[in-house]
T-cell receptor, first 115, second 113 residues
Framework: KAGVTQTPRYLIKTRGQQVTLSCSPI?????VSWYQQTPGQGLQFLFE???????NKGNFPGRFSGRQFSNSRSEMNVSTLELGDSALYLC??????????????FGPGTRLTVT | GQQLNQSPQSMFIQEGEDVSMNCTSS?????WLWYKQDPGEGPVLLIA?????ELTSNGRLTAQFGITRKDSFLNISASIPSDVGIYFC?????????????FGQGTRLTINP
């Protein structure tokens, strides 16, 4: 079974621009979560989507948004980029029921650099 | 919110040594997860724990769910070079419907050949 895929793997943007990152979950996984990883703050939860609805949101400004499509694929968008948005953005997918509910499987991440 | 504290923050060991690391919280968790992250990659799930006192192994890795539900431990036996990386503990906060994980700061493992 293929793992979580994320595109692009690397991205360089300028302050003020916007960016869209894409994530395809493991087949059969309907929950998709996004995390930001930085050296200073570690891994921080951004939001989680299930059935095209955002169910949970972390403590990030409104510039960070996301969506999920009917095939469970997800995108996240960051508008008006700031230097501090430079980070590794990780997508994770999981089943929606049973004991595996909290077992999240991560993609390789998108490394975003804002200059 | 619920925070996870990992120790040690880094470890420098010789190949073949056993490794122990732990993760503590001021709040209880019902699930503990251990991940390993290699440079430039996403975290990989190593072990999931669901019951207080549970001891689970995955090859040379053994993890335990603490009795108090406020801690968890990960042991690696007979370390090899490919064990190098950052190990994270994680768990879902006890908030109804919270499908998210909080992570510890990580333990960076370095192995001298």
């Amino acid at each position: 079974k293929a793992g979580v895929t994320q595109t692009p793997r690397y991205l360089i943007k300028t302050r003020g621009q916007q960016v869209t990152l894409s994530c395809s979950p493991i087949s059969g996984h309907r929950s998709v979560s996004w995390y930001q990883q930085t050296p200073g703050q570690g891994l921080q939860f951004l939001f989680e989507y299930f059935s095209e609805t955002q169910r949970n949101k972390g403590n990030f400004p409104g510039r960070f948004s996301g969506r999920q499509f009917s095939n469970s694929r997800s995108e996240m968008n960051v508008s008006t980029l700031e230097l501090g948005d430079s980070a590794l953005y990780l997508c994770a997918s999981s089943l929606v029921g049973g004991q595996g509910l909290y077992e999240q499987y991560f993609g390789p991440g998108t490394r975003l650099t804002v200059t | 919110g619920q925070q996870l504290n990992q120790s040690p923050q880094s470890m420098f060991i010789q190949e073949g040594e056993d490794v122990s690391m732990n993760c503590t919280s001021s709040s209880i968790f019902n699930t503990w997860l251990w991940y390993k992250q290699d440079p430039g990659e996403g975290p990989v799930l190593l072990i999931a724990l669901y019951k207080a006192g549970e001891l689970t192994s995955n090859g040379r890795l053994t993890a335990q769910f603490g009795i108090t539900r406020k801690d968890s431990f990960l042991n690696i036996s007979a370390s090899i070079p490919s064990d190098v990386g950052i190990y994270f503990c994680a768990g879902p906060p006890i908030i109804q419907g919270a499908q998210k994980l909080v992570f510890g700061q990580g333990t960076r493992l370095t192995i001298n050949p």
